[in-house]
């Protein structure tokens, strides 16, 4: 209960029980089951994800709104939240989002894309590091670390590097597989590379094999994005 309140109290104030319960003051028996009670509720939100957004949102919209000088909603839509379910899943949506800028057309480069994982990551390898804020590649000789990333940081540049180039007009390029063995071990082919890196959204969040499981252990009639699925990671 100790550690839901401290949590909690870095986000929000609480109440005035729950700020007495963390200062150490005493309270009566009645006064604890409030506080637990109330615990009880902290702790339902904080591994909610909509109840983050809503938090995350509206100083966002607040802020937004204050210099536009403006009211409304900050976002046009609601959030879209998807399971990753395995490596090509985790993969593809980590390179969706780090070449968000260069398919906004708001960064030329990966080192101009401000405010990304790769930004910091890039800046890191130049220096022979990996960044100590994000989760480290461990690639494929470390494998058997209980924490990490199981690929080689430099073969996840050179492909994200390498899918940025393809997905600006005004560039010339395509995926260099011999650099990058990733997308091999993952048996996704170039063409799904791309769609994947281009519709991550819309498509799926693992293979054929993980959707069924997951359909299955959260209790849904229809496995959704099945044939995206078999199509992107049975085309290498």
Not at 23 to 36: G, H, P, R, Y
Not at 80 to 98: R, T
Not at 136 to 144: D, I, K, L, V, Y
Not at 224 to 232: F, L, M, P, R, T
Request: hydrophobic fraction near 40%.
């Amino acid at each position: 209960m100790g550690e839901v309140l401290e949590r909690w109290h870095q986000l929000f104030k609480g109440t005035l029980l729950t700020q007495k319960y963390s200062s150490k003051q005493l309270l009566d028996k009645f006064q604890l089951a409030m506080v637990e009670s109330t615990a009880d509720i902290y702790k339902k939100r904080l591994i909610d994800i909509s109840w983050f957004m809503r938090s995350l949102n509206e100083p966002i919209a607040r802020q937004a709104n204050r210099e536009d000088k403006c009211t409304g909603h900050f976002w046009e839509g609601r959030f879209k939240s998807q399971a990753l379910l395995d490596e090509g899943a985790l993969l593809s949506c980590m390179a969706y989002v780090d070449l968000n800028p260069v398919r906004a057309g708001i960064a030329d480069t990966l080192e101009q894309s401000n405010f990304t994982s790769i930004q910091l990551r890039i800046k890191a390898a130049i220096k022979g590091e990996q960044s100590s804020a994000l989760l480290a590649f461990t690639s494929n000789e470390h494998q058997h670390k209980p924490t990490g990333i199981r690929f080689s940081l430099k073969d996840y540049l050179t492909l994200v590097n390498e899918t940025g180039r393809i997905l600006r007009d005004d560039k010339r390029g395509a995926i260099n597989l011999k650099p990058t063995n990733i997308l091999a071990r993952l048996h996704i082919s170039d063409a799904s590379w791309l769609k994947l890196t281009t519709d991550f959204e819309c498509i799926f969040t693992g293979t054929a094999e993980h959707l069924c499981e997951f359909s299955e252990h959260v209790g849904l009639q229809r496995t959704h994005g099945i044939a995206n699925a078999q199509a992107c990671l049975n085309s290498a």
